[in-house]
């Protein structure tokens, strides 16, 4: 069954810190995805990647950074964490193609005090 | 830009009644944007409950059923009679169609719904 984990699941980190959200998924699929949810809002993309090597700006990549080392897995990095960026993040993969359905994982809750 | 819009916030059905979620779409860089619906339950991820990829069309999972209503720019999500276990919560989503080089997903801020006994 086509899995994305995501880790860890929870995080509590201090102001100015770093923070390393890591996802990894098993579907072999070549498009990831970053997003963040806040109440009030839908899921916004931060950063995406179409393979290894690639990562591509989302709609609120200030911040942010990601990187993605494999096919398997897409990290989201906070170099310095301020508290605005609390919140649940959720990674996805895809198929490359426009329709294809998201395969999400569980979320991770960070909190930056 | 692209966006949508549901019902907010909560939504509190008794069983076995029937259910509507609201979702409208405003596709300014999309001529005919492919919709779904995707449903959280606790402690999961998002996972697609359905699809619909042509205008007019009707998707179905699960009892529940979503039309591609053009004129009204519209996706509304029905269920004939809810469940405990329909307790969740629901996102309405949009993406351009082939050959944009855009595999982006536009996501609605997402409807709980709570199913009373």
């Known amino acids: 069954e086509a899995a994305v984990t995501q880790s860890p699941r929870n995080k509590v980190a201090v102001t100015g810190g770093k923070v390393t959200l890591s996802c990894n998924q098993t579907?072999?699929?070549?498009?990831m995805y970053w997003y963040r949810q806040d109440t009030g809002h839908g899921l916004r993309l931060i950063h995406y990647?179409?393979?290894?090597?690639?990562?591509e700006k989302g709609d609120i990549p200030d911040g942010y950074k990601a990187s993605r080392p494999s096919q398997e897995n897409f990290s989201l990095i906070l170099e310095l964490a301020t508290p605005s960026q609390t919140s649940v993040y959720f990674c996805?993969?895809?198929?490359?193609?426009?329709?294809?359905?998201?395969?999400f994982g569980p979320g991770t809750r960070l909190t930056v005090l | 830009g692209d966006s949508v819009t549901q019902t907010e916030g909560q939504v509190t059905v008794s069983e076995s009644k029937s259910l509507i979620i609201n979702c409208t779409y405003s596709?300014?860089?999309?001529?005919?944007?492919?919709l779904f619906w995707y449903v959280r339950y606790p402690g999961e991820g998002l996972q697609l409950l359905l699809k619909?990829?042509?205008?007019?069309q009707k998707g179905s999972s699960r009892g529940f059923e979503a039309t591609y209503n053009k004129e009204t720019t519209s996706f509304h999500l029905q269920k004939a009679s809810v469940q405990e276990s329909d307790s969740a919560v629901y996102y309405c989503?949009?993406?351009?169609?082939?050959?944009?080089?855009?595999?982006?997903?536009?996501f609605g801020a997402g409807t709980r719904l709570k199913v009373i006994a």
């Open positions: 579907n072999n699929h070549n498009n």
């Open positions: 990647s179409y393979g290894a090597g690639s990562t």
């Open positions: 989503a949009l993406s351009p169609l082939v050959n944009t080089g855009n595999y982006k997903y536009v």
């Open positions: 619909v990829i042509t205008a007019g």
């Open positions: 996805a993969s895809g198929e490359n193609w426009n329709y294809a359905e998201q395969f």
């Open positions: 596709a300014t860089s999309i001529a005919y944007p492919n």
